[in-house]
């Protein structure tokens, strides 16, 4: 089977955020939904995933900083303490002081620091990348030739590009931020560098496609060949149930499905119409674009199901974690689904 190239780079960004995420678990006091469930004790913040790291977390100081310095530093760090009450707050991360003027809203003149948990989670991750950046050479020595190749992609961008995907997983499901003059990126791990280049294609994509590549890739690809019942979506996708219940939910209201009384799930005639524009984006970004990506991306991808992938040895969870206890995906979302509770890649 052959994948367009926006899906070989999602799949392989997912293999390698949750790879890092299991480090990250193994390693980091925390607590989960389950484990709170279970009545264990609840021994640090709640559990989050790479992206939340890479976009937010990552880019607070120690000693902390005002909110207006946050925003100017990083893309998309400042939704991290949008709204009443922002996840890496509540979670036990971060903690915001109002600023001289006492606004109840949050200004660019708040203080926003890491709690003593935060600054654990930011020292814990900081080295997680290039440790499996690391691994991956080691077993795919080719991988070392992948993160040249991208380097050289992401190079060419002309704008700043974030360090992962957005959250996705809802009704903003388009790959949407502040537009702003490149930086300049140097010694990036392959996992960063497949994230930007993802960011890149997709922006390119939907510049030119009126619905956003994590539905048309994932929710309208498990339809086109008929319907699904909803109990079956989330395994077919690659999704966790309550975010694929979310992105079908907005599916159905934008016209794009249709849910039977039966509770299966069909495509609609405009979910056909956008889902060929969609394919027709991507062909013709993925023209544009170095051949030799998709030649590197392939044997590390194989066909899309797990088994048999070399991406299953980098999804392996270590005994005791969460998704050591969760059934085995039969493969992994063909764009990554970041959700708003706790930014996992595959919607958790």
């Keep these: 089977m052959t994948f367009p190239l926006p899906t070989l780079l999602s799949q392989a960004v997912v293999a390698f955020t949750i790879e890092a995420d299991h480090l990250f678990e193994c390693r980091m006091p925390h607590y989960t939904t389950e484990s709170r469930k279970r009545g264990e004790p609840i021994e640090g913040p709640w559990l989050i995933s790479m992206a939340f790291w890479a976009n ?31 996840g890496l707050v509540r979670w036990g991360y971060l903690r915001l002081s109002s600023g001289a003027s006492s606004s109840k809203k949050l200004a660019r003149d708040w203080t926003v620091a890491p709690t003593r948990h935060g600054v654990l ?103 086109a060949e008929g319907p699904v019942h909803q109990r079956d979506l989330p395994r077919a996708m690659g999704v966790a149930k309550e975010t694929a219940a979310v992105m079908t939910g907005q599916a159905r209201r934008e016209g794009l499905v249709a849910i039977a009384e039966s509770k299966e799930v069909a495509i609609t005639d405009a979910g056909r119409r956008a889902a060929s524009d969609a394919d027709a984006a991507v062909a013709e970004v993925e023209s544009r674009w170095p051949a030799d990506l998709r030649m590197q991306l392939e044997p590390l991808v194989g066909d899309g199901v797990l088994d048999g992938s070399p991406l299953a040895e980098a999804i392996r969870p270590p005994e005791g974690t969460w998704r050591h206890r969760r059934p085995r995906p039969l493969t992994l979302p063909h764009h990554p689904v970041i959700s708003h509770r706790g930014g996992y890649p595959d919607g958790s």
Excluded: C, Y
């Design 121 to 223: 989670a930011q020292q814990t991750w900081a080295s997680l990348p290039a440790e499996v950046d690391a691994r991956w050479v080691e077993r795919w020595p080719p991988v070392s030739v992948l993160r040249g190749a991208l380097a050289d992609v992401v190079a060419t961008a002309d704008r700043e590009l974030p360090d992962h995907l957005p959250i996705n997983g809802g009704h903003q499901a388009r790959v949407e931020f502040p537009r702003r003059p490149p930086r300049p990126t140097a010694d990036l791990d392959v996992g960063t560098l497949l994230a930007k280049a993802l960011v890149l294609f997709s922006l390119e994509v939907e510049a030119a496609a009126d619905v956003a590549l994590v539905q048309t890739a994932n929710v309208l690809r498990v339809l």
């Design 56 to 86: 937010g977390l990552k880019h607070i100081d120690a000693d902390g900083m005002t909110v207006g310095a946050l925003a100017d530093r990083a893309l998309l760090a400042g939704h991290f303490i949008e709204g009443s009450n922002p």
